[in-house]
């Protein structure tokens, strides 16, 4: 089944405010059939030394939290 990109963006919008407040900002890119998610992080996020933990410890957790179709979130460049 394939995960409406609207809600996609919704359940990212809840993780924008942590980003925001640190500088960043994360794009949406796409989304898979088979549940993976492309974003890309920007602003202070791109580059930043703790990007990885971000992606994976807020983003990607609050996704599947909210869409358990999402199987996982990966950074593009």
Same mark, same amino acid.
């Given at each position: 089944m394939a995960i *409406?990109? %609207?809600h !996609? %963006?919704?359940a990212l919008e809840k993780t924008r405010s942590a980003l925001r407040g640190d500088g960043? *900002? !994360?794009e949406l890119v796409d989304v898979s059939d088979d549940g993976v998610v492309q974003v890309r &992080?920007?602003?202070a996020c791109h580059g930043c030394p703790m990007a990885t933990m971000t992606l994976?410890? &807020?983003i990607e957790r609050t996704l599947k939290? %909210? &869409?358990p179709e999402v199987? %996982? !979130?990966k950074a593009v460049a």
């Open positions: *409406d990109r %609207e !996609v %963006e919704k960043g *900002d !994360v &992080l920007k602003g994976k410890s &807020l939290k %909210e &869409l199987k %996982e !979130v």
